[in-house]
T-cell receptor
């Protein structure tokens, strides 16, 4: 079945450090891939997405490229800020046309000044 | 962006009572809504798919009689935890996809409801 494997945390970085959070997936068909972010005390928010192979999603300095050959969708940011401290979830949509999402376990990022 | 609200945001109840959680899409219609459960430091687990005008679809292992779902209108779905017990304590989150080709497969999440059963 469809699933997402996400790098376990927690991750602690200093401000302006480079961030990578790994995400690989298993799916039939051609899923869409997402990164969601959950800030403390808030609900999940879509950070970025990619709907087909080689697409790059980007938002707020974060990027992730849909790699079909390695079934990966790693999240990167060149210079993190304290305000990026949150839990990040990798997710994929179900079968083509379906709307249900499968989530990874989440990675907690803490950025220290 | 689309807005999904949940009510209440936090509820504490005694064991054996029932609790109703509402999920509303505020500025769009949603024929489908999803209910998730999030355990501390774990991912969201899909519990069920709420379908307007028909029965909900439950994931394997989720008790239908325990977690009653009613999709009363195109903007409202409710989850009722019946005869709640301490092990039902969790963070319950709903989401709704917004129709439209550009937004297909993009879901908008409610802020969640934290249920504590004493």
């Amino acid at each position: 079945g469809d699933s997402v494997t996400q790098m376990e945390g927690p991750v602690t970085l200093s401000e302006e450090a480079f961030l990578t959070i790994n995400c690989t997936y298993t799916a039939t068909g051609y899923p869409s891939l997402f990164w969601y972010v959950q800030y403390p005390g808030e609900g999940l928010q879509l950070l970025l997405k990619a709907t087909k192979a080689d697409d790059k999603g980007s938002n707020k300095g974060f990027e992730a490229t849909y790699r079909k050959e390695t079934t990966s969708f790693h999240l990167e940011k060149g210079s993190v800020q304290v305000s990026d401290s949150a839990v990040y979830f990798c997710a994929l949509s179900g079968r083509t046309g379906a709307n249900n999402l499968f989530f990874g376990t989440g990675t907690r990022l803490t950025v220290i000044p | 962006g689309a807005v999904v609200s949940q009510h209440p945001s936090r509820v504490i109840c005694k064991s054996g009572t029932s609790v109703k959680i509402e999920c509303r899409s505020l500025d769009f219609q949603a024929t489908t809504m999803f209910w998730y459960r999030q355990f501390p430091k774990q991912s969201l687990m899909l519990m069920a798919t709420s379908n307007e005008g028909s029965k909900a679809t439950y994931e394997q292992g989720v008790e239908k009689d325990k977690f009653l779902i009613n999709h009363a209108s195109l903007t409202l779905s409710t989850l009722t935890v019946t005869s709640a017990h301490p092990e039902d304590s969790s963070f319950y989150i709903c989401s709704a996809p917004k129709a439209g080709l550009a937004e297909r497969n993009e879901q908008f999440f409610g802020p969640g409801t934290r249920l504590t059963v004493l």
